[in-house]
């Protein structure tokens, strides 16, 4: 093993640990001379290893600590980890790994970077970004934010150059062989006479000697599986019905239960009578718990059946009963006072806004995240441990939390981080794991198998912001002059992180996420955030603030352009000011034939640009005008990620999104009713439907120096990009999602 | 009562209005069938009885008219249906936790119209809902997947 002298100036290092039988490879992270909080745990000298290859008699093992809900995160990290390391991905396993604070995400850190400003005690001492060394703090071993990619391309693939390097001279030691005449295959040196030596066969002299260091990446053109169409791993298993995921686990002795909370969303338990429910078939028990009831059956059906048949009185909802006053509050915060952050403003907005000022306001509603999968979790606690498995992106907020409510360690809190159904940033909250704790607390040692029913995952999710945002803009001589664009939403970081009883200070940059930072040069622009106080609690729903910013971005860029008589695409070419972005709408004007918003009677198309999560992703929307209502025909997207992993993976992603924020922008919403989301299930919230979907034609640009996730960005340009689509094909013009409000669609 | 799964007979207690989708998940332990919604809005739970996909949050226990077949009995990983190999040739599953129910009505609307048009095809799959938005891939696969039964 290296000696902590030698590695206390690298930013990370590949260490090895022997394992029963073999060897296990990984980054080091150690205790360094100023107060790093990741190595808080740590004596000084002293180091722990974070693997991520392991190697025993039972084959190869790639630990993959970003969580998978769909987006194929263990299949890209595996492929990360297999490409220096020469496996065949049908030759490994894939494991989540345990919860552990040195796989925090260095990506995610950098984009929350300005709601975690600096200036609270512990952050101040430390040296580097405050954001960064914030996120160590607490650990994130998070998955969201389309960081899985970023954060994993370099760790990983060094992570498995090393193990593959001291295989060699593994090999080397036990052969006499130089490690300059071996090579590595699928799985095994290959000696110079052919004679081929497994990995396994290797492991444990592996395990004896100092890991290779500072082993160079392989040039791009060596690559056998990044940018190559790959067979994901998991896609058999889920095209076969044998993949597994949290809501179908099964722990011996298990009892069923549900949830009967509040409608009102975090309102509280009065009064309640389960007698009728208690005499059910199966019904074991009905335990108060924060904010609602626990039903425990023996059978899901036999639990969600007992909770229809409790009455119970509630509290009022902890914010304003009724729609009409969501929205008051929100047109209530355009105030200097409510302002959260003013981070663009060029030129001078206040003179170039003078005579024919163009104004206009524009809103989002609230939106369910509705995975397909309902949320559900198996927690069981005994006297000192517990154990809990769920489909998680927060494990590591599991274990504190559960620590918390239970009194039981940190670290004697075991989580099994199981696949996912989906999440769309659902899976960021972890109500149903503390209520499944608050259960299993009062039946201890029996593991509670707690399922939302699909009614309360709907009514009960933390929805994506409300946001409203007024326009003022300025054409002159043919050209976009001036644009002040305010945007007032409630902020999702204080919301999220205070329902996780951390504070977030500062402004929160996802209330301009997607409006501040667009690279279009408006010679007076200005952007500004406001912060709504007093509205429903909030979670991050996919692309975040950008979700309903690059729709009011883009939609008053759109207004200001048909007023200066321009084309909506030459006149975003015009005022690009970044190469990057240029190659986008370049490419969607290529890929679309682009010849206009009108490019036949009774058609239109619409363009927009989003910056988001460090990718620009442009997209062209074409409609037809029937006498039954809109039909989008084609959607063309183009997305500048700096390097496509996986072209396939890439493919469905892209066409995902563009669906995900199309059916919500034309036909989603939650509202609220004395408090109570009016949205129960899928018959009020549909999303989109097969025979509503467009051809998606896709392109991914990798001209950028860096690599970006492209789970979101792909969002936030679609709704607008369809509003401007039905204006060419219409004439009406769009300000307020969803659009099935105002128009009908085919 | 007793009931036919996947060519298996079982005797299974329970209520006669317990949702076929129960009896098959938690007291048949078989959770290739899908809970996504519970009122025949997501196809998630779709199923076949005597060949014809059905939504099993729907069917009440006492109700079963035939023989079920689960995705686990449609097919294998090591022996896959046609319309199975055409959904990994295709790679459509994102999450992946519809597609037990796309394949399932997938199959049942093959088995009735060899070569369905695009309308047949929007017509026979809308009711399957799939959130992460896999439908472009839903509609090449059921292609695929007609086409190779066409030539076998």
């Not at chain 1, 969002?715 to 607008?720: D, I, L, Q, S, Y």
């Not at chain 2, 009562?1 to 060519?7: D, F, Q, W």
Request: hydrophobic share 40%; aromatic share 6%.
């Amino acid at each position: 093993m290296a000696s902590i002298g030698k590695i206390a100036r690298r930013t990370f290092l590949i260490g090895s640990a022997a394992i029963a039988g073999g060897v296990a490879f990984g980054v080091w992270r150690y205790k360094t001379p100023y107060d790093n909080p990741l190595e808080s745990d740590l004596a000084e000298g002293e180091a722990a290893l974070t693997p991520y290859v392991k190697i025993d008699a039972n084959g190869v093992t790639l630990i993959t600590p970003r969580a998978d809900k769909g987006q194929g995160a263990y299949h890209v990290q595996a492929a990360l980890i297999a490409e220096e390391l020469d496996v065949d991905l049908d030759q490994i396993r894939v494991d989540p790994g345990p919860p552990d604070r040195a796989y925090w995400n260095t990506a995610l850190s950098a984009e929350a970077a300005d709601f975690m400003s600096p200036g609270e005690g512990v952050m101040n001492r430390l040296a580097g970004g405050a954001a960064d060394a914030m996120m160590k703090f607490i650990g994130l071993q998070i998955t969201g934010g389309s960081t899985t990619v970023p954060d994993g391309f370099t760790k990983l693939r060094q992570a498995g150059a090393s193990a593959r390097e001291t295989l060699k001279l593994a090999a080397s030691e036990q052969t006499g062989t130089p490690v300059a005449q071996l090579t590595t295959k699928s799985g095994q040196v290959i000696l110079p006479d052919g004679t081929a030596l497994p990995f396994t066969e290797l492991a444990a002299i592996a395990a004896t000697l100092d890991p290779v260091q500072d082993v160079a990446l392989r040039d791009p053109s060596q690559w056998r599986y990044i940018g190559k169409p790959m067979q994901r791993l998991d896609i058999v298993a889920k095209s076969t019905g044998t993949q597994d995921y949290g809501i179908d686990a099964h722990v011996p002795g298990m009892v069923h239960a549900t949830v009967l909370l509040n409608p009102a969303q975090t309102g509280s338990l009065r009064d309640y009578d389960a007698t009728d429910a208690l005499n059910m078939r199966g019904v074991k028990a009905v335990l108060p718990i924060t904010g609602g009831l626990g039903i425990v059956a023996d059978n899901t059906w036999r639990a969600f059946q007992a909770a229809q048949a409790i009455k119970a009185e509630w509290g009022p909802a902890p914010f304003p009963a009724d729609m009409q006053d969501h929205w008051k509050r929100l047109s209530d915060s355009f105030t200097d006072g409510a302002q959260d952050s003013r981070k663009r403003d060029d030129g001078d907005v206040e003179a170039a806004l003078t005579g024919d000022v163009i104004e206009a306001e524009y809103r989002a509603p609230y939106l369910a995240h509705a995975p397909l999968e309902p949320i559900s979790a198996i927690v069981r606690v005994d006297d000192d441990a517990v154990e809990v498995w769920t489909g998680t992106q927060i494990p590591r907020f599991i274990q504190a939390n559960i620590a918390r409510i239970t009194g039981v360690d940190a670290d004697k809190v075991t989580v099994h981080v199981l696949m996912m159904g989906g999440s769309f940033g659902h899976r960021l909250e972890d109500e149903v794991v503390k209520q499944a704790t608050e259960i299993a607390m009062q039946m201890k040692g029996t593991p509670v198998k707690l399922t939302y029913s699909r009614e309360e995952d709907m009514m009960h999710d933390f929805p994506r912001q409300i946001a409203m945002a007024r326009a003022r803009g300025k054409v002159e001589g043919g050209k976009v002059t001036a644009l002040d664009l305010g945007i007032a939403m409630p902020s999702v970081m204080a919301s999220q992180m205070g329902r996780q009883s951390l504070s977030a200070p500062g402004p929160d940059s996802q209330i301009v996420a997607g409006a501040w930072d667009q690279p279009f040069a408006i010679p007076n622009k200005r952007v500004t955030g406001y912060r709504a106080e007093g509205l429903a609690p909030i979670s991050s729903w996919r692309s975040v603030g950008a979700s309903s910013n690059g729709f009011f971005y883009n939609a008053a860029l759109d207004e200001l352009i048909h007023a200066a008589g321009a084309d909506p695409l030459q006149e975003r070419l015009r005022l690009c000011d970044d190469d990057r972005a240029r190659k986008v709408l370049e490419a969607v004007a290529e890929m679309s034939s682009w010849d206009g918003p009108t490019p036949s009677e009774g058609k239109g198309r619409g363009v927009a640009l989003t910056y988001s999560f460090g990718v620009h992703c442009a997209e062209v929307v074409e409609v037809t005008n029937t006498p039954d209502g809109i039909r989008i025909d084609t959607v063309w997207t183009a997305a500048e990620v700096g390097t496509v992993v996986d072209p396939v993976n890439f493919e469905n992603l892209v066409q995902g999104g563009v669906i995900f924020a199309l059916g919500h922008a034309m036909n989603c919403e939650i509202t609220y009713t004395d408090g109570v989301a009016d949205q129960w299930n899928f018959d009020s919230y549909p999303g989109m439907r097969l025979n509503q979907v467009p051809q998606i034609e896709i392109r991914g640009l990798e001209n950028g120096d860096t690599v970006h996730g492209i789970g979101e960005p792909p969002v936030p340009p679609a709704a607008p990009a369809l509003a401007g689509a039905i204006f060419a094909a219409t004439g009406t013009r769009l300000r307020e999602m969803p659009f099935n409000k105002f128009v009908d669609f085919v | 009562m007793e009931l036919t799964v996947n060519g298996h007979k079982h005797e299974v207690d329970v209520e006669d209005d317990m949702p076929l989708l129960w009896v098959l998940r938690d007291e048949l332990k078989i959770s290739g069938v899908k809970y996504g919604c519970g009122i025949a809005q997501c196809g998630a739970c779709t199923v076949h009885i005597d060949g014809e996909a059905v939504r099993s949050c729907q069917v009440a226990a006492a109700d079963v008219w035939g023989a079920v077949t689960t995705i686990e009995g449609l097919g294998t990983p090591d022996a896959l249906h046609a319309v199975q190999a055409a959904w990994i040739e295709h790679q459509v599953a994102q999450c992946g936790y519809c597609q037990s129910g796309q394949i399932m009505q997938a199959a049942s609307l093959l088995a009735e119209n060899p070569a369905p048009s695009d309308a047949d095809i929007d017509d026979a799959m809308s009711g399957n809902l799939c959130r992460c938005g896999t439908y472009s891939r839903i509609r090449a696969a059921v292609k695929t997947a007609a086409k190779n039964l066409q030539e076998a």
